[in-house]
């Protein structure tokens, strides 16, 4: 078992749509975790971290569910510059530093 | 505002040769780290550094070795390049291990 996994898709949602994502994760002890977007063939950059309680930016909502193992991100009225991939990350804690990546989730928001 | 510098952007080599892919940040952060990343696989951790002076492996280090002599500095080193091997390489770097991770612009390695 991967110790991030996420659904490849691709998402394809209009323009405006609401979208979801989920991730889930092996290792019970893991506290950090973070969504990453990363445009074709350019470097994945922070898009949110992921709180216990969990947290808003504008249209972007992520939450963290520890009894599950998963976490979240979900996109409210889409717009095409949203179309990217959405990598979840998580950092383990097990004693060294360490980002697990998931294989990322493709959104396509058509017109 | 540099950030994190990798070069070059783009390399082929033949097999058996030997390359060093470097990565500088002007940041002052202690972590670093370099990762592949291939189709439907994700990144994947290589090799990181939480200081001058210390590295440890990742995931998948074979092939690779690392030295961080400077804060500033993590040049990632192909011993003797295999097909394998051909990737996009990223370099890596943050203050903290809970802080965002702030990503070099890439380097994609192909190995003929």
């Known amino acids: 078992r991967k110790e991030v996994e996420q659904d490849p898709g691709p998402f394809n949602v209009p323009e405006g749509a609401t979208v979801a994502f989920n991730c889930t994760y092996s290792?019970?002890?893991?506290?950090?975790f973070f969504w990453y977007r990363q445009d074709c063939r350019k470097e994945p950059k922070l898009l949110m971290s992921v709180y216990s309680s969990g947290n808003e930016d504008g249209r972007f909502t992520a939450q963290l569910n520890r009894a599950s193992q998963y976490i979240s991100l979900l996109i409210r009225d889409s717009k095409l510059s949203d179309s990217a991939t959405y990598l979840c990350v998580v950092n383990p804690r097990d004693s060294s530093y360490k980002l697990i990546f998931g294989s990322g989730t493709r959104l396509l928001v058509r017109p | 505002n540099a950030g994190v510098t990798q070069t070059p952007k783009f390399q082929v080599l033949k097999t058996g040769q030997s390359m060093t892919l470097q990565c500088a940040q002007d940041m002052n952060h202690e972590y670093m780290s370099w990762y592949r990343q291939d189709p439907g696989m994700g990144l994947r951790l290589i090799h990181y550094s939480v200081g001058a002076g210390i590295t440890d492996q990742g995931e998948v280090p074979n092939g690779y070795n690392v030295s961080r002599s400077t804060t500033e500095d993590f040049p990632l080193r192909l011993l003797s390049a295999a097909p394998s091997q051909t990737s996009v390489y990223f370099c890596?770097?943050?203050?903290?291990?809970?802080?965002?991770?702030?990503f070099g612009q890439g380097t994609r390695l192909t190995v003929v």
């Open positions: 890596a770097s943050s203050s903290t291990e809970n802080t965002e991770a702030f």
């Open positions: 290792n019970s002890a893991s506290q950090s």
